[in-house]
């Protein structure tokens, strides 16, 4: 498991890793690969842990989150360096 706390070298190794070792389309770049990874363990973590899934009052939230992850990885072909991995799609 990552630590969250280690500095932002490490992070990058590991995801890198990740990406390399990862049985993605091998159509995906290897920015893409590593945008994807994080789009993967981005979702997965709002999935199991953000109290939005099992709250009743707030029954879109689910729909939200599938949304948007298919939104994010339908971008992932404009991500062509490092850059674009970390901030693609937000306000600059």
Not at 9 to 30: M, Q
Not at 45 to 74: S, T
Request: with cysteine; proline share 5%; aromatic share 10%.
């Amino acid at each position: 498991m990552i630590n969250l706390h280690s500095n932002y070298n490490e992070k990058i190794a590991f995801f890198v890793c990740l990406a390399v070792s990862s049985p993605l389309d091998a159509a995906y770049s290897p920015w893409q690969q590593l945008a994807k990874a994080d789009l993967d363990f981005i979702y997965q973590n709002l999935k199991d842990n953000h109290p939005g899934v099992i709250d009743q009052q707030n029954p879109e939230f689910n729909q939200w989150l599938e949304n948007g992850y298919r939104q994010a990885v339908d971008s992932i072909e404009a991500v062509s360096n490092l850059d674009g991995v970390s901030t693609k799609g937000l306000p600059q």
